[in-house]
């Protein structure tokens, strides 16, 4: 591993002022901007271009990833590596994918951030690179086992507690640091109001603007205590669509009033816990501008209000490029420059980085943007890059893998912190905790959707594995997200040579043949348990099943405190941080925020 000293001259005699400067100012807020636009002044043009973008990039090493990764690579970016990319567009930040095969295991993905900052600190006046992935926990996380994985932020919601999102974002931030990631793209500081909602769902804390709003703020002090940039998306709020961004352009009916009420309380939270990036959304709100324009190339939006309004100067990132909501209106020629318009900072992920990145140096030199506004955002990135000592310290080395990553201290916590999560909403005649004595023999059937962060999976094999734990016996027979009617007699069958029936649920609608299966199992007068593995709102949909656990999602630190609260192990705790409204009239509730039963 380079010394300190190595690291200072490979920067060519640039970066090195500012990092023997900034370790004076180490324990102050802001670095010194001095000597940040002393460097920004000696940036060419195309060098303070590649600072805006974040960029994804296959393969496991930064210098030799494996040949289906350069093929991709050079399918997508025109490069075969990520030292290449650097070296050809000088990016400020590279983001991390499982799929992009950047995060194999823990010393991997070490060797691979300190491969791309020695490729990027090699070069002429070589910045370090701000590296950064979506670690939500629950359901969206890219660092899976053995680093620890914590329940998702519905669960959070469940648990109500400020201290376990806090804990959360420290222990995750310190497990990321050491894996040279130094931005996370969580919170999700949106609010869920729609159950319909394809998009956010089980990633919001909850329904409540003031309880998200506490666990957003708790969970970026936890983060950014851990040194690691947290992010809270997505601005100016993505709870009640049904529509997902991903795959189209949602439109928010919210009326202003409405907005500074629910969506913007969390951001505004946010932002007074010192939030170090906040993310758009590729989202229409015609309340807050009514240009048809998305809100991540709405200057009303980013400038007047996020920065103007709410008083805003850190960093602001777009959410990925590539998505079909920011798409639709204009060409991905535009949409990065329209994107520096608006007030953003930095570009993520845009489909051809060779078309952005040339659309904004072309911009700049037609005079449609000015290069003292790249000089702004530059600024601010470099900033954060200072605040997080990346001039000092850009590289993480293998000895920190072994004493940060899923240590056994931080997978206890994580276990401790789910079991305040898990919510019993259904236990008729006082069916839960089932009897290893009367209940002894169980199946376990459902859903098995994929695993959502590399996790041990299916669920239906983990929550079996779990209850046998546990002393009863237990078989998995997993019946997927759309069970045939073959399926489904197969189950029935099965149930008859059990003595309880456990169903992992997911996304049940009125017509879903998951909700047949319930209700022919229920019929055959074994006892029932249903655990929802996504989304509580299952339970509107199931009248017929005499037990019903909310476990907000399918890792296995949420399936084994359900199978804690099922076995008695442990009472449960959480409660809904979500109403769910009833299935044949959803003007009325069902179940209320804050709901849930004990032992």
């Not at 916590?413 to 005649?429: F, M, Q, S």
């Not at 169903?503 to 007068?525: C, I, P, R």
């Not at 509107?540 to 192990?569: C, H, M, N």
Request: aromatic share 6%.
């Amino acid at each position: 591993m380079p010394s300190r000293r190595t690291v200072l001259a490979a920067t060519a005699g640039v970066a090195a002022t500012l990092a023997l400067g900034s370790a004076a100012h180490a324990d102050d807020s802001k670095p010194d901007d001095s000597e940040l636009r002393s460097l920004v002044s000696r940036m060419t043009l195309e060098e303070k271009v590649g600072q805006l973008f974040v960029m994804r990039v296959y393969g496991h090493s930064a210098t030799a990833p494996d040949q289906a990764d350069i093929d991709a690579n050079l399918k997508e970016i025109g490069v075969r590596t990520a030292a290449e990319l650097i070296e050809k567009y000088r990016v400020g930040g590279i983001i991390y994918f499982t799929w992009a095969h950047n995060t194999r295991d823990p010393h991997q993905i070490a060797g691979l951030s300190d491969g791309i900052q020695r490729a990027s600190l090699g070069l002429p006046r070589g910045l370090p690179v701000l590296i950064s992935t979506d670690q939500e926990h629950g359901i969206v996380c890219r660092v899976g086992k053995p680093a620890t994985l914590f329940p998702g932020a519905m669960a959070i919601g469940a648990g109500g507690s400020r201290g376990d999102a806090r804990t959360l974002g420290r222990i995750s931030g310190a497990e990321l640091r050491a894996m040279g990631i130094r931005q996370d793209y969580s919170p999700v500081a949106d609010v869920n109001v729609n159950p319909a909602n394809p998009v956010i769902g089980v990633r919001s804390f909850g329904a409540d603007p003031d309880a998200v709003a506490g666990l957003v703020a708790a969970e970026v002090d936890g983060y950014q205590a851990s040194s690691v940039a947290a992010t809270a998306k997505h601005f100016p709020g993505h709870g009640d669509t049904a529509v997902d961004s991903h795959y189209g352009f949602p439109v928010i009916t919210h009326s202003r009033e409405v907005w500074e009420k629910l969506d913007a309380v969390p951001f505004r939270a946010a932002i007074r816990a010192g939030i170090d990036s906040i993310m758009t959304a590729h989202i229409q709100f015609p309340a807050l501008d009514d240009s048809g324009d998305p809100a991540t190339l709405s200057h009303p939006i980013v400038t007047g209000i996020l920065r103007g309004e709410l008083g805003y100067d850190g960093v602001v990132v777009t959410d990925s490029l590539g998505m079909e909501g920011v798409r639709t209106k204009y060409g991905d020629d535009r949409v990065p420059v329209l994107a520096l318009k608006a007030g953003v900072d930095q570009l993520l992920n845009p489909p051809s980085l060779d078309v952005a990145w040339h659309a904004v140096l072309n911009a700049v030199r037609a005079g449609e943007l000015t290069e003292a506004r790249l000089d702004e955002s530059v600024l601010r990135i470099l900033r954060l890059k200072a605040k997080l000592r990346l001039f000092d310290e850009p590289y993480v080395g293998q000895a920190g893998v072994d004493r940060a990553v899923g240590t056994p201290a931080h997978l206890a916590a994580a276990d401790r912190i789910a079991g305040r999560t898990t919510t019993l909403l259904v236990n008729e005649g006082g069916l839960l905790p089932l009897s290893r004595t009367t209940h002894r023999k169980l199946l376990v059937v459902g859903a098995d959707p994929a695993s959502p962060s590399g996790t041990t999976g299916p669920p239906t094999g983990v929550l079996a594995a779990a209850l046998t734990e546990l002393g009863f016996t237990a078989t998995a027979l997993s019946t997927g997200t759309a069970p045939s009617a073959a399926t489904i007699a197969k189950a029935v069958a099965a149930a008859q040579d059990a003595d309880a029936v456990v169903v992992g649920t997911y996304n049940v609608t009125a017509a879903s043949s998951q909700k047949t299966l319930v209700e022919q199992l229920t019929a055959t007068g074994r006892p029932v348990v249903a655990v929802a593995i996504r989304n509580p709102y299952d339970v509107a949909q199931l009248p017929s099943v005499p037990g019903f656990l909310a476990a907000y999602s399918w890792t296995d630190v949420e399936l084994r405190s359900a199978a804690r609260v099922i076995a008695g192990k442990t009472d449960p705790r959480g409660r809904l941080p979500v109403p769910v409204q009833r299935a044949d009239d959803p003007a009325r509730v069902l179940y209320p925020i804050g709901y849930g039963l004990s032992y």
